[in-house]
């Protein structure tokens, strides 16, 4: 079970039970095992994750200011080369823990950041595969496992010249 810090109430555990009456004033939502910790989403759509303890809401330009205004930071993590920083998830303000209206508002705003970023993954056009020559004269899609022979390309038949 995890647990986090509450202003002036020490640990409180963070398990389902107390995320679900924690977003209650926000709305249904559905939460998941993930990482090491928790997702949770609306609509089908993550934009809260309970990692290391901590509560983060997803964020983009238009809502980072707001954390970046109450001293919040993005969520991080160390590997053994690096110290990796995840901007689009930043940590909830503890005194949000405390009032249930604020804390509503701020996740719908997570909510539709997270709908932003969805809108513009799903915009990206897609690549199409690449193709490879192989000694033989097939063609070979990348990561494909059989090849594709195709046929010599005709010459045109010649017409017969007037005159």
């Known amino acids: ?6 202003a002036g109430q020490g640990l409180a555990p ?3 039970d107390y995320l679900t009456d924690l ?8 939460i998941r095992r993930m990482f090491s910790g928790f997702g949770i989403s609306a609509d089908g759509i993550t934009f809260a994750l309970v990692i290391q ?21 993005p969520f991080s993590y160390t590997t053994r080369l690096r110290t990796v920083t995840v901007a689009s998830y930043w940590r909830l ?5 405390d009032d249930a209206d604020e804390l509503a508002e701020w996740s719908r705003a997570s ?32 990561g494909a496992k059989k090849a594709v022979k195709l046929a010599p390309a005709k010459k045109p038949a010649r017409l017969p010249r007037k005159g």
């Open 1 to 6: 079970m995890l647990t986090v810090s509450r």
């Open 14 to 16: 963070m398990d389902r």
């Open 23 to 30: 977003f209650e004033p926000f709305g249904p939502v559905t």
């Open 53 to 73: 303890g901590a509560l983060y809401l997803r964020a983009d330009a238009a809502t980072i200011p707001r954390f970046e205004a109450e001293g919040s930071q």
């Open 93 to 97: 303000p503890d005194r949000l823990l």
């Open 111 to 142: 909510l539709a950041a997270a709908e932003r970023a969805a809108l513009k993954k799903a915009r990206k056009p897609r690549k199409p595969a690449a193709v490879a020559k192989t000694k033989a004269g097939t063609t070979k899609a990348k």
